[in-house]
């Protein structure tokens, strides 16, 4: 049976791809993973692998710009069936399958494999998996593109370009710009990083799509090892691998008062609907500087409290005490080596008590001590065994 190539979806962006090269002529002969064409975005140029072996008959010629998931060229099983697509005058064979160079003809390959969570670990492994040609199936519980898509680092880097630019028109009239007014509009700020996310995880569906693997919104759960039941429906699937990617969640710790409402983590802050006039962050790791520096951009007053000697406690101490300095500089507190030991609710704001004895009425507490995996869902009935390498 034929198979169909089409323009792949090379990026979450890419909406066109011009074909610089076809490496093998019309009617030439082709082996499944023999690179077959060149293709070029506004971003990369990158070299698409043969889906299928047979002889080439090309739809689109070299130099075109050619939208993503249209048809570019089809691979005949045999001179007969060549003959009679060419005869069509570049008509595939409607009953071929489509499949694009990233994509294998994923349902019919040999090995199945079910993907249990759709973050940066999981969605990746899937696609890989599919263009090796397994039968892939990941499911996802919640939005596809995982903590970083959606909780982590896309939200975040939309929100310190807001800031950033906020910050950098305040001081414009440095540079001899003036800007008038300068405002923040925190909703729109919320609104416009939203958006940023929406757009990256749309594209992100798009390119699973197109990859022919199946996908299924629902909670996994491996009820055994080669079985995954999703919880919703009660569907279970079976697969020769299961690959966990289930991710983490922000850790709590045990601090009195640390249940109370309005104490938030990473999630909540990425959803807040008015920007607090103070914040106090437990936690200087890279999740908690990130946020002490868009909230101070934001004008927000910031203290971070840490334990340990520094601040960013993974990072070389250069590193540290040069960021240390830098963000002190920009108005940000930082406590080290000291630790949160009481936090009491004080009508709408929360008494904070840390180090000796120090106390600070403060409007929003963000805790940023860390995340851990979950283990309970998925893998509650198998007797794994853990084993921590990094
Ligand atoms: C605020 C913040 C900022 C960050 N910034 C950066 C950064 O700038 N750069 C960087 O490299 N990293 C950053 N990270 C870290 C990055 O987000 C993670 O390293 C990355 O998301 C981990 O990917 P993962 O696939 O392992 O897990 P996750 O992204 O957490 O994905 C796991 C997925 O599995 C799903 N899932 C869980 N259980 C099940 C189940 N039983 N069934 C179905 N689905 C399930 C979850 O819903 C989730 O979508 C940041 C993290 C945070 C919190």
């Not at 089409?6 to 002529?25: A, F, H, N, R, Y």
């Not at 028109?169 to 919320?190: C, I, N, T, W, Y």
């Not at 289930?246 to 710790?253: E, L, N, Q």
Request: aromatic share 4%; charged share 25%.
């Amino acid at each position: 049976m034929a198979t169909n190539i089409t323009m792949p979806k090379l990026g979450l962006t890419m909406e066109t791809g011009k074909i610089v090269e076809w490496k093998t002529s019309e009617g030439g002969e082709v082996k499944q993973g023999d690179i077959l064409l060149i293709v070029e975005t506004e971003k990369i140029t990158y070299e698409v692998e043969a889906p299928g072996s047979g002889l080439l008959h090309i739809v689109v010629p070299q130099d075109a710009e050619v939208p993503v998931a249209e048809l570019i060229g089809v691979i005949a099983a045999d001179k007969a069936e060549f003959d009679k697509i060419a005869a069509a005058g570049g008509t595939p064979a409607a009953n071929a399958p489509t499949a694009s160079s990233q994509e294998s003809a994923a349902p019919s390959g040999d090995i199945s494999i079910i993907v249990i969570g759709g973050g940066p670990g999981g969605y990746p492994a899937a696609i890989r998996a599919s263009q090796l040609g397994a039968k892939v199936t990941i499911i996802e519980k919640d939005q596809f593109g995982g903590t970083c898509l959606n909780r982590g680092c896309i939200p975040t880097k939309a929100l310190l370009q807001s800031a950033g630019v906020y910050r950098g028109a305040k001081g414009a009239e440095m540079f001899g710009v003036k800007a008038g007014d300068v405002k923040l509009d925190f909703p729109a700020v919320m609104k416009r990083k939203n958006t940023v996310v929406k757009q990256l995880v749309g594209g992100l569906g798009g390119i699973l799509k197109s990859h022919g693997m199946k996908i299924i919104n629902g909670t996994g759960q491996i009820v055994s090892p080669n079985t995954v039941k999703v919880m919703e429906s009660g569907e279970e699937i079976k697969a020769d691998k299961i690959i966990i990617a289930t991710g983490s969640v922000p850790s709590r710790v045990p601090i009195d008062g640390v249940d109370l409402e309005g104490v938030i983590t990473s999630d909540e802050a990425l959803c807040l609907e008015k920007l607090p006039e103070s914040i106090l962050i437990i936690g200087g790791g890279v999740i908690g500087m990130e946020f002490a520096q868009i909230m101070n951009q934001m004008d927000v007053e910031v203290t971070v409290v840490e334990m340990l000697p520094q601040i960013l406690p993974a990072e070389d101490a250069e590193i540290a005490t040069a960021f240390t300095g830098m963000v002190k500089k920009e108005g940000i507190e930082i406590c080290t080596s000291t630790s949160v030991s009481r936090i009491e609710s004080k009508g709408k704001k929360k008494l904070v008590t840390f180090g000796d004895k120090k106390r600070r009425l403060i409007l929003c507490l963000l805790l940023s001590v860390g995340r851990h995996i979950q283990r309970d869902l998925t893998l509650a009935r198998l007797a794994l065994k853990w084993r921590r390498v990094l």
